[in-house]
């Protein structure tokens, strides 16, 4: 529902700061309740506090046996009935409502607020004709019309009653629709604090401080809340998307299929259980799920993004991952998600997707996000792919400085080898070594930039005392970097041998075995090696291409 708001014809407007208009408070009525003065000043304590259990507190302390209700009280009845059913859907209204003969703004701001306007025509002359009109921010989707107005309203409503729980939860639930998600807790907090055993308040703390990332706080209220709601659906989900967010993906099953035994048709819930599923690596239900959901939507832009990943790691199909993200591209040309992941399948096979590289592509997320660590990531990769290293080496560098997790600091590190930067090299990997110098991921690349600042020596040095202990992993390794410090090339040969006895696998020792005996015009041998490289990385298109010129030459 759209918001608006009905314009105040007996009272003049005032300009906001901003140019927009305001409500004029009559302060000089702000503390007196000119139609409720009969009425025990404890009943209306209660009524402005607003929460259920002090609106129920209310309706017991003027309900009547006689049902002989003055006419205020009727008003007041309907009012904390209209309030108990708009704000606090979860709770019933189980008390008779007398009718109502007289026509006032209390009333008047309730049937505004149930047609989706907000009624400026109170009069703002006590508590409830100041608040009374927010209500109809429960039900708006969009509170941009009369924002200004409503949080004046709700601020002076604090000021005549600060703990109130109805002014600090409207207040809220504004400020969140308003995107001011910090200022939206903060009203939450309040109102949970006020009534800490109301459904609405504890469900609107945990679901923004989902939005604000702070997931551990929001799954413990939401797995409060699911002990004694274990059927209502906003709590289901979000226990679910908290859980998934922490990475407890069983759990994170288990509540969506609860969610799907409810409502089978939640499409979006179809596919985030494919989604937990891919997580969980358990891929053919995951597919399964995609499918069902493809018959019904086929071209969302979460669809595409999840069965272009299972294409690329379950099936090993890149060639049919990337045709899925070309799809996404097309259609959501500028998505992040979908840019990102382009970008990496670029990098991942050293060919344009869509067209563009992975370079351009996370240029393309950093025209608008020029933060972003991903395409940050992407586009250094993509330069070092093209040989750029100095370009690469100023983006690394800015990247480095925003992340310095592992593969960042290699990738750093490589950069500098290339463009002969050896401190900076030496620099970035001295410390980690000698943090973890049982690291295997360390001490190879360790090992790199010994052999790559003229500390060859050293590292033969510890190529020899570590090698006889090493893993099959660790001794392919050494023997391909020993290979670049032996003296001849048949002690070259030999290491490289041994390398791939320790690891048939490994990818190096096989192309540079290719790269030798290239060098020596053996071109047969240098096909056989290089054949192995392509089969391991089928999807590398500078392997594929080397290969290709290398038939040529055969013929």
Known sequence: ?????????????????????????????????????????????????????????????????????SEPEKVLLSVIAAVMEMVWPSEKVDWDVPEVKDMTPYLGAIDSAR????????????????VLPSVVIVSSDDVTGYAQPAEQALLAGLGLCPDSVLSHYLLGMLYEKLGRNDDALNQFTSASKGAPSCFETLYARADCLKKLVRMDESSAIAGTLVARYPSDIKILKLCAETSFALKSYSAAEEYVAR?????????????????????????????SLLDVYARQNSTSRDYLLLRARIQRDWSKNVSAAITTIETALAKYPDDTDVLLYAAQLAAMTDAPVGGRTSEQLAQAVLASDPDNTEALQYQVEGLVQAGSWQNAYVLSKKLLAKDNSRDVVFTHIRICLQLGRKDEAWNLISPLYR?????EDILQMYIVVLTGTDRASQALSLINSRLQNASPKMKSFFYYRRS?????????????????????????????????????????????????????????ATMRRLNDDLSKLIK
């Open 1 to 69: 529902m759209t918001g608006q708001y009905a314009p105040d014809s007996s009272q003049p407007e005032e300009e906001s700061s901003a140019g927009g208009t305001s409500i004029k408070i009559d302060k000089t009525h702000q503390s007196q309740r000119t139609y409720f003065s009969d009425i025990d000043e404890k009943i209306m304590k209660e009524v402005e506090n607003g929460s259920p259990d002090s609106l129920r507190t209310a309706v017991s302390l003027i309900r009547k046996t006689e049902g002989d209700y």
């Open 115 to 130: 047609k989706g306007v907000y009624d400026l025509s109170t009069g703002n002359v006590d508590f409830l004709t100041l």
């Open 259 to 287: 969610v799907l035994q409810q409502d089978p048709n939640d499409l979006s819930y179809v596919l985030f259980r494919a989604r937990i599923l891919t997580e969980k690596g358990d891929y053919i239900r995951a597919a």
């Open 435 to 439: 943090d973890h110098p049982d690291d």
């Open 484 to 540: 670049f410090i032996v003296s001849s090339q048949d002690e070259a040969l030999a290491d490289l041998r041994s390398s791939l006895i320790a690891n048939p696998r490994n990818g190096d020792a096989l192309f540079r075995l290719y790269q030798i005996y290239y060098e020596q015009r053996d071109y047969r041998k240098a096909q056989y090696y290089l054949k192995q490289v392509v089969a391991l990385d089928p999807n590398n």
